[in-house]
């Protein structure tokens, strides 16, 4: 079999359900030469995830998913191999965690107003005293409690963008977003740009500062992943590709439904030792 990777994966630290470990188990399971965790604005399972591939003989590469806005276009930007360790990551990255929970609790508030008894705690039960939470935490919240039958109708009725419940994220540029990733030693790729419906903007994301874009992804077309390819080609920037799994959170364990060639990851790898002794 050829070596493959998946470079967008989630733990419970974020919005997924599987624990460090039991990703690492997956992982073995579908034969990933190199994984990557990029959980939503924290780090806080990086040390553990490190530690664990290492003892199971898998690659892995550190990573974050940081929300950023394009005017009023949500734009999510993956940052690997990032400094994730150094005191002025964590306080800024610890920020964005206040945020997440601050909206929760907002989006919670709304709930209530609207005649949903759903509490914060419910929330924070689902999500785990360290997650960063979001709304797929709510919308599990919701279902635990037998306000909704399905995960997509929390969105359709009340969470999603101009629902009774849907509250903003905080803004954050994509040039700061990549500027950040770059400024302790990553390298800023586009997530997902046929999901997040980019396909008009790339260009103009790569002016921003980001180095690439995510070409495959479990909810891209074959279509799109070719027109990506060839879009990155063209222009000479990074293409990853990874599953964006988020464990039993979704309507199936995507882990490994992405297989990223690793000829992939070592051009991401030299790109990344190039640009840190550029900086050094």
Known sequence: MTRAADLHLHTRHSDGTFTP????QHAGEM????IAVTDHDTVAGLAEMTALCQAAGIEFIPGIELTAHVGEREVHVLGYFIRYGEGEFVAQIESFKKGRAQRVSEMVGK???AGVGLQTTDVTAVAGGDSALGRLHVARALMNRGFIRHMDEAFHRF????KPAFVPKTRLDVGDAAALIHKFG?????????????????DGLLAAGLDGLEVWHSRHTPAQC?????????RGCLVTGGSDCHGL?????????????YAYVEQLKEFHARTVSKVS
Do not use: M, T
């Not at 034969?31 to 190199?34: D, F």
């Not at 969470?159 to 101009?162: F, L, S, V, Y």
């Open 21 to 24: 470990a039991e990703l690492v």
């Open 31 to 34: 034969e990933l030469a190199c």
């Open 111 to 113: 709930l209530q107003q």
């Open 159 to 162: 969470i999603g963008k101009g």
């Open 186 to 202: 990553g390298v800023a790729i586009l997530a997902h740009p046929g999901v997040s419906a980019l396909e008009n903007h790339l």
């Open 226 to 234: 070719e027109r990506y390819r060839v879009f990155a080609r063209d």
């Open 249 to 261: 959170a979704k309507d199936e364990v995507l882990i490994g439904g992405v297989r990223l060639d």
